[in-house]
């Protein structure tokens, strides 16, 4: 027996070692963290533990592991009985993987866009991407427009399940005719895609215009997306960029959530496979401190210090979007950035039907016309002769 564990024991460790020696395959994603290292790591353990431990000390670790083993059975039997049926559809291709960004859209890609909940219909639409990633914003007269809008943000900004002339950028052109929007949001993204952006160094040449303004377009969910929480990881953004604080309190970019924190990334790989969790939608860390928004917040200042450095002294600002609880916090984190936020948190109520699509719950094109009359109101985009220009902080 002991010699069986042995071996065990000896096998497990030896995969384990191989999977640290191996980091650009091991650590990949969280299936790949969770077969190549979490899985070797546990074997190993286990099989010290029935070695040293005596016969009622086995016969109690396996009670435990049989009880952890049913209780995941059961949450998995309840989740599977209380999901809805989603189905949805892009074009295959449409998402790629990328260095800087995690993943992206494919430049040049047309696809049909569609969701269904249970069967029904939630919406039935079309996405085309640019030459540099950015959703097509078809707006007319481009020749009089000599200054840019650029937005910032995810699939709100993106405008996931609307038209591609009802999303927010279109509606703030149309109503700013001598602005020409251009739409870099995408889903799932946070405000670490637009810091990395800029780091490129590549953003001024896709801008045709001199002078303009951008716009982020912030929602709570961000601030988990700047973290890499344990749902946002393990669901869809292991591979987006990480950045923590330095001892100055400046965001340096330490590769992806994969690479970047293998630790956390092993123990939310392994966690993520809890149906118990998923059962009672625990997220990890257990709630937004302050902490977290202010990494956020200096992620939006870093990225106010570098569009400033690349297109002058322009003005830059942070939107919340309505029904933010988080607007207030992040306000005096981003003030202590020398950022400008307009609050629109309370603007409108994101929970009535028609300002969301049902079941899915992003804005609606009214949602996105109504927010988009105010950001242009509050910028004075719509005016002749106005300013986009701002001192620098």
């Known amino acids: 027996m002991r010699r069986a564990l042995a071996l065990v024991g000896a096998g497990s460790l030896a995969a384990?070692?191989?999977?640290?020696?191996?980091?650009?395959?091991?650590?990949?994603?969280p299936d790949s963290i969770f077969w190549r290292i979490d899985v070797p790591l546990a074997g190993c353990l286990l099989a010290l533990l029935f070695a040293r431990l005596p016969g009622?000390?086995?016969?109690?670790?396996?009670?435990?592991?049989?009880?952890?083993a049913l209780v995941e059975t059961g949450a998995r039997l309840v989740v599977a009985a209380r999901?809805?049926?989603?189905?949805?559809?892009v074009a295959e291709g449409y998402y790629r993987g990328d260095d800087l960004l995690g993943y992206a859209p494919t430049p040049g890609a047309v696809t049909p866009a569609w969701k269904r909940w249970n069967g029904r219909l939630l919406y039935?639409?079309?996405?085309?991407?640019?030459?540099?990633g950015r959703r097509v914003t078809p707006i007319a007269n481009r020749p009089e427009r000599d200054r840019f809008a650029l937005?910032?943000?995810?699939?709100?900004?993106?405008?996931?399940?609307?038209?591609q002339q009802e999303t927010l950028p279109f509606f703030a052109g149309q109503l700013a005719p001598s602005v020409m929007p251009y739409n870099y949001g995408f889903h799932g993204y946070g405000p670490q895609q637009m810091l990395a952006r800029l780091e490129s160094g590549r953003l001024r040449a896709e801008i045709v215009e001199?002078?303009?303004?951008?716009?982020?377009?912030?929602?709570?969910?961000?601030?988990?997306?700047?973290?890499?929480?344990?749902?946002?990881?393990?669901?869809?953004?292991?591979?987006?960029?990480?950045?923590?604080?330095?001892?100055?309190?400046?965001?340096?970019?330490?590769?992806?959530?994969?690479?970047?924190?293998?630790?956390?990334?092993?123990?939310?790989?392994?966690?993520?496979?809890?149906?118990?969790?998923?059962?009672?939608?625990?997220?990890?860390?257990?709630?937004?401190?302050?902490?977290?928004?202010?990494?956020?917040a200096a992620l939006l200042g870093r990225?106010?210090?570098?569009?400033?450095?690349?297109?002058?002294?322009?003005?830059?600002?942070?939107?919340?979007?309505?029904?933010?609880?988080?607007?207030?916090?992040?306000?005096?984190?981003?003030?202590?950035?020398?950022?400008?936020l307009l609050d629109f948190s309370a603007l409108l109520d994101p929970d009535r039907a028609e300002y969301h699509i049902p079941e899915d719950w992003h804005p609606t094109a009214l949602t996105n016309r109504v927010l988009a009359e105010h950001v242009v109101e509050a910028l004075a985009l719509g005016r002749a002769g106005y300013s986009l220009a701002r001192s620098v902080p």
């Open 16 to 29: 384990a070692l191989w999977g640290f020696s191996h980091p650009v395959q091991s650590f990949a994603g």
């Open 56 to 68: 009622t000390g086995r016969l109690a670790l396996v009670s435990v592991l049989f009880t952890v």
């Open 83 to 89: 999901a809805p049926r989603i189905e949805s559809y």
């Open 124 to 132: 039935s639409t079309e996405y085309a991407i640019d030459e540099h």
């Open 151 to 163: 937005f910032f943000g995810d699939s709100c900004t993106f405008g996931e399940g609307v038209a």
């Open 210 to 296: 001199a002078d303009g303004v951008l716009v982020y377009l912030f929602i709570d969910a961000h601030v988990s997306r700047a973290i890499g929480s344990l749902g946002v990881y393990t669901q869809w953004a292991d591979a987006m960029p990480f950045y923590a604080l330095d001892a100055s309190g400046r965001p340096q970019r330490h590769g992806n959530f994969n690479t970047g924190r293998p630790l956390v990334a092993m123990a939310y790989s392994l966690l993520g496979r809890s149906a118990l969790l998923e059962a009672f939608r625990v997220d990890l860390p257990a709630r937004i401190d302050d902490r977290h928004v202010e990494l956020t």
């Open 303 to 340: 990225s106010q210090e570098l569009f400033h450095a690349q297109f002058g002294p322009q003005r830059f600002v942070v939107v919340a979007f309505p029904g933010s609880k988080l607007s207030g916090r992040l306000g005096a984190a981003l003030k202590h950035q020398g950022v400008e």
